[in-house]
């Protein structure tokens, strides 16, 4: 079968269209035969090895697809862990998922990391109350364009995005975003406070880190919720305890990891977001879908902040 291969960790260039044994699945794993493979941010990472969780070499990136069960022929998402580069990839049983008929290829793999982590941020990490003022960093993106939309679906009250262009936040004006401000870290707080009525904000998703994370800290209020789920800079921060206490403010962690170590999280929301899907309640904003043989240039192009919506992979192409 044809995949994209990590033999060293390194820049785009490391990323190899190479041919592979069709994968065999283990005791309680499906074998999927993709249709689409879905980018996602930290697959960059992974790339150089820098993410949360290491990796070991070689491997095949990706950690989600959607085709076929070999099988039966039922169609799927499945979160895979790695090896979803490829034109077949295996998954454990258990998060290996039906799409309904109405939930094409695009929009499943879309619900499936970033719509997840969407719905948690909210649930789980910010346990939001209703009417409290949500601030959405990297509307126009995968995770960020389906975060604006369950805003007020799950109890938000004012949602304010950020993003780095006016093309962008227009987006996520028109996906439901009360106030779309520019994403540049200098006078941030201010901007955000402006865009709040002159208050500050109850509740942050921040996935960019270094100034980003300084100035969305400091726009919080009193008892207000600080969820990071990515360092897309790179740039990592640390908040001393007595701050916390001070500003009676809250920094929670979110990793989607935790999610797959419990799968009832993984099932109930799920199951959630394709009906949202289907009643035509979510707009999932699918952007391009690369050969696989250009994985390389996916990757960059998601890096850049050159794309939209969820980028997707094509194994046959």
Not at 48 to 66: H, I, Q, R, S
Not at 88 to 101: G, S
Not at 157 to 180: M, N
Not at 196 to 217: H, L, T
Request: net charge negative; with cysteine; hydrophobic share 40%.
């Amino acid at each position: 079968m044809r995949a994209i291969q990590q033999r060293e960790f390194g820049g785009p260039e490391v990323l190899e269209l190479v041919e592979l044994p069709v994968p065999q699945p283990a005791a309680g794993e499906l074998l999927v035969e993709v249709s689409r493979a879905g980018l996602n941010f930290a697959d960059t990472h992974q790339r150089t090895n820098d993410y949360v969780a290491k990796k070991t070499l070689p491997f095949v990136p990706g950690v989600e697809v959607v085709g076929r069960r070999a099988d039966t022929g039922e169609r799927v998402v499945a979160l895979c862990g790695e090896g979803g580069y490829a034109e077949y990839a295996t998954a454990p049983a258990e998060l290996v998922f039906p799409v309904p008929d109405e939930v094409d290829d695009g929009t499943a793999l879309a619900l499936l990391i970033q719509g997840l982590t969407a719905w948690h941020l909210y649930k789980t990490s910010a346990q939001l109350r209703p009417g409290e003022s949500v601030v959405v960093h990297g509307a126009a993106g995968g995770t960020g364009s389906l975060t604006v939309q369950l805003g007020k679906p799950l109890g938000a009250g004012r949602v304010i995005a950020t993003a780095s262009t006016e093309e962008k936040r227009e987006l996520a004006r028109s996906l439901g975003a009360d106030a779309a401000i520019d994403a540049d870290p200098e006078g941030m707080t201010e901007r955000l406070l402006e865009a709040n009525g002159g208050k500050p904000v109850d509740v942050v998703f921040e996935m960019a880190g270094g100034p980003v994370f300084d100035a969305s800290f400091d726009a919080l209020a009193p008892f207000g919720r600080l969820v990071v789920y990515g360092i897309a800079s790179r740039e990592q921060r640390e908040v001393r305890s007595g701050k916390l206490m001070k500003t009676s403010r809250a920094v929670v962690g979110f990793w989607f990891n935790h999610c797959l170590e419990r799968p009832g999280m993984v099932e109930e929301a799920l199951s959630d977001l394709f009906a949202r899907a289907a009643r035509g309640e979510l707009k999932v904003v699918v952007g391009a879908t690369y050969p696989l043989s250009e994985a390389a240039r996916a990757q960059v192009d998601l890096a850049e902040r050159r794309t939209t919506g969820k980028l997707l992979l094509d194994p046959q192409a």
